[in-house]
C-alpha cells in the first residue's frame, strides 16, 4: 500500500500518492467531486473522473472562490486561496494507510459564515488527530453564491450537498487510509458545525456518521426570503435576473465583488441579507433542529457542543464596532431586540447582568443563536449529549474568550502563527492538552471526559482556571425567556422551556 519514499492509497477513482510528515501520512487535494464550473455551475455535485496512475497529493487543492476578509478581520483570521476549478476537494491525515487499520475516523467542516474558509487554513492541522490515534479528513464545499444562492432554476444548497458527497467518499474510501468508516464523527465550528447540524438531520446522510461536535453554531435554518433578498440584490447591483443561468454566464471575481458589497452587514450581529442553508424538501426537509428535537433524525448519534463565553466579541471587535455599539446604547439594544424577537423584560434583564451595551448586545445574540437551541438540543437528548463552555481569555486586547479562539486548543495548533493572530503569546498548553484531548476520546469512544447533560445541566468549563464542570450562570438568562416567546417563524429559535 505504500510507495518506497511516499505512502500511496488507491481510491475508487484511482491511486493517490501523499507524503509521510512527523510520523504520520498526508494525502492532500484529493477530489471527491467534478469540478463545479461550466455545466455543473450551481447544480449537485457529481463524482470526479477517474485519473491513471498515482496523483500527487502533496498539496492542498484549489479553494472554492471566495471574497478574502476585510483587512479588520484579516488580522486575526487567516484565509489562503488557491487558485484552480477543482476545489471539491478534501484531506487525509493517517497514521496507518492501509486497509487493516480500522481507526476512528474525525470529518472537519471548516466554518466562515459559508462565504470563507477552506480545509487549507493552517489551525487545521490534521496531523496532531492522526498522531493520537485517529484518522482526519478535511474538506472544501462550495461558499456563498455558488453554494447557497437561492434560485429558481437550480436546487438549493448545493455547499451543502458538496459535504454530503465527501461523507459519501469517506464511507466508500477512507477505510484504504486505515480508517473505519463505521466510526466516523462529524465535526465543525461556526457556519461547519451548522452543516454538521443540517447533515444530522439529512434523510440521505443516515448512516455515513456515528457522532458529531457542533462548535459555536447550532443547527438551524435560514428564513429563504433572507437568502432570496441576498441573490436579488446582487442580481440587482449585476443587473441580471436572479436566476442560476443568469448567474453562470457571470464571471467569478465579478459574482464575489458584487456578493462582498451586498453582504457587507450581515454578520450574527447586525442580522441583514446572508447565505445560509434553507429548507428544501431534499436534503433539508425541514428545519434541522426541529429534526433533531421534535423528530427521529439521527437517534442514537452521540453530540458534543458548545460555545466560547465571549464569541460576539469577535464579531464587534474587529473594525471598532464594540466602541460604537456601546455608544449607540439604547438604539443598540432596540436593534438587539429586533434581531432576536423578543420582549422589553428580556432586554432589561440582560442590561441588569452585563456592563455596557455592548456586552448586553452581544450576549443576548450569542444565547440567541447558539446557547438556547444547543440547550434545547442538550435536552432533548439527555445521556448521550455533552455541553462544553469556552472560557480562556485571549492575550490579544478586547478579544476575551471569542469565537474560533478555541480551534487552536482543540488541534493543539497553537504553535502556528495563524492560531497566534487570536490567541497572542504564550496560550498555556495544558489546555490544549485538555481540549485536543477530550476530542479525541469522544471520536474514539462517544465519551469525552466529563458527564453527559441531565437534569443537572452539567457543563465542562475549559480555561476557567482548575478543570470543572458547572452550570448555573446562564440559568438566570434562560429563565427571561421562558414566558417571553415573541419569535417570528419557525420554532428553532424558541427558547427552552423547562
Known sequence: MTGRTHPVVSTPYGAVRGRYEHGVAVFRGIPYAAPPFGPRRFRPPVPPEPWDGARDAGSFGPTAPKAPYSEAFAQYLSDPEIPGDDCL??????????????????VWLHGGALTRGSSAVPVYDGRTFARDGLVCVSINYRLGIEGYGLFPDAPANAGLRDQLAALEWVRESIAAFGGDPGRVTVAGQSAGAISAGALLAAPQAQGLYRRAVLQSGAPEASDRDKVRRMVRRMASRLRIPATAEAFAAVDRDQLLRAQADVGRFSSPVLGGPAFGIVVDGDVVPRDPLEALVEGRAALGTGLMMGWTRDEYRLWLVPGGLLERVDRLGAVALAGARARCHCGNEVVRGYRAMHAGAAETVGQLVTDHLLRMPMHRLADARPGSSYVYEFAWPSHLPDL????????????????????????GEGAPQELADEMHGAWVRFAESGDPGWAAWDATH?????GAGAAHTAYGPLDAQFDLWKDDVTLRGTRSRRPVRR
Open 89 to 106: 476537494n478534501l484531506n487525509v491525515w493517517t497514521p496507518e494507510p492501509g486497509p487493516g487499520a480500522r481507526l476512528p475516523v474525525l
Open 458 to 462: 452539567p457543563v465542562r468549563v475549559f
Open 400 to 423: 476575551g474568550a471569542c469565537h474560533a479562539l478555541e480551534l487552536g486548543f482543540v488541534f493543539d495548533s497553537g504553535d502556528t502563527p495563524d492560531s497566534r493572530r487570536l490567541a
